[in-house]
């Protein structure tokens, strides 16, 4: 069985929503130096994701929404290619879709973020979604490199717990390992 949403029949996503965990990647179409494509965190996110509910499948069910693609990236608009939504469009947007995937039946959700700019937007739709809005619904937001962060340094694939950065070995190469054409 799928785990990508946008892959499944409403019929499917009924039955199977009350049970899953519901996973919105969320990433951005920006600049990513001279070098890598400014679809970089819209790739990485949903490949994390998608790759994950897959390595998941075997004792819980997760299923993967389609990535959010634009982000909050205006502090790289001086770049061509860069696709920004203001903060408070881009945490509207985050929130209608949580929505929606409420509506759906899913009790439980997960914002996966890809985009260092949405760090913070999705942490306070996160808050807001339960505490304001009052939807009874388990919530976690959170960056994909900062929960296998421990992993990644125990590995030896950083050299430090520092972030990642942005345009940098880390997401060069794991653009690479996916799409070598696009570096």
Not at 38 to 46: A, F, H, K, R
Not at 105 to 132: C, E, I, M, P, Q
Request: proline share 5%; with cysteine.
């Amino acid at each position: 069985m799928t785990v990508l949403l946008a892959e499944m029949t409403r019929e499917q996503i009924r039955k199977a929503a009350p049970g899953a965990i519901a996973v919105l990647p969320t990433a951005s179409i920006e600049q990513h130096g001279p070098h890598a494509p400014v679809i970089t965190d819209t790739l990485l996110c949903g490949t994390v994701a998608q790759r994950a509910a897959e390595r998941a499948a075997a004792t819980t069910k997760v299923i993967v929404a389609p990535v959010l693609c634009y982000g909050n990236s205006h502090h790289h608009r001086p770049f061509a290619g860069v696709l920004s939504l203001s903060s408070a469009t881009y945490m509207a947007a985050v929130t209608e879709v949580l929505e929606g995937l409420v509506l759906s039946g899913f009790r439980k959700l997960v914002v996966l973020n890809g985009h260092g700019g949405n760090t913070d937007s999705n942490a306070v739709v996160g808050l807001d979604f339960v505490n304001l809005r009052g939807h009874d619904v388990t919530i976690a937001t959170g960056a994909y490199w900062d929960m296998a962060r421990a992993a990644i340094v125990e590995k030896g694939l950083l050299p430090s717990n520092r972030i990642p950065g942005h345009a940098g070995r880390f997401e060069t190469s794991m653009v690479m390992a996916l799409r070598p054409d696009l570096i």
